[in-house]
């Protein structure tokens, strides 16, 4: 079946630091990718998706480019901020017939110290 | 932005007792969902709810579980004799036909 395998946490970087948080799928078809985020004490929000090969997704600074070669969708900022800690999820969707099932990851939460 | 809301937000049970978790989805939406993550682990989809019915389960979802839209505005999710292993967050998600998945912001459960 579909899954997606992220890389393993936690991740503690310093304010402006660069981040990649690694993500890779197997998925049967051409399935849609998430990055999700889930900030203390709150529900998962999405962050950023990209529905086709080679799209980019982006989101406040975050970016997540599709790559069908390597199946992966790795997440990346330049420049991060003590605001960013959170947990961090990469799921994708075969989308069918409007009804969305996600598939995700285990999770990779991030600190980002001052 | 609109809001999933979902209640309570911690219920602690004891093991064989009835629970029922609520949600209420964004009023327009027509997509219901049920997901889980146990402690440490994966987010893991339960069931989804479409048109009064369910669409899809996972094997997770056994006799034990089950979901109802009462009102049309609510969305539960019942566990008929909860055991230790079903201690985990849940959350309930919503959609239109667009591709965008609105979470709401979990029950933990706990059985004890």
């Known amino acids: 079946g579909d899954s997606v395998t992220q890389m393993e946490g936690p991740v503690t970087l310093s304010e402006e630091a660069f981040l990649t948080i690694n993500c890779t799928y197997t998925a049967t078809g051409y399935p849609s990718l998430f990055w999700y985020v889930q900030y203390p004490g709150e529900g998962l929000q999405l962050l950023l998706k990209a529905t086709k090969a080679d799209d980019k997704g982006s989101n406040k600074g975050f970016e997540a480019t599709y790559r069908k070669e390597t199946t992966s969708f790795h997440l990346e900022k330049g420049s991060v901020q003590v605001s960013d800690s959170a947990v961090y999820f990469c799921a994708l969707s075969g989308l069918q017939g409007g009804s969305e099932k996600l598939v995700f990851g285990k999770g990779t939460k991030l600190t980002v110290n001052p | 932005e609109p809001e999933v809301t979902q209640t309570p937000s911690h219920q602690v049970t004891q093991m064989g007792q009835e629970v029922i978790l609520r949600c209420v989805p964004i009023?327009?939406?027509?997509?219901f969902y049920w997901y889980r993550q146990i402690l440490g682990q994966k987010v893991e989809f339960l069931v989804s709810?479409?048109?009064?019915?369910?669409?899809?389960k996972s094997e997770i979802f056994d006799d034990q579980f089950s979901v109802e839209r009462p009102d049309g505005s609510n969305f539960t999710l019942k566990i008929r004799s909860t055991k230790l292993e079903d201690s985990a967050m849940y959350f309930c998600a919503s959609h239109t036909i667009t591709e965008k998945l609105f979470f709401g912001s979990g029950t933990q459960l706990s059985v004890l």
């Open positions: 009023s327009n939406h027509l997509y």
């Open positions: 709810f479409y048109n009064n019915e369910i669409s899809e």
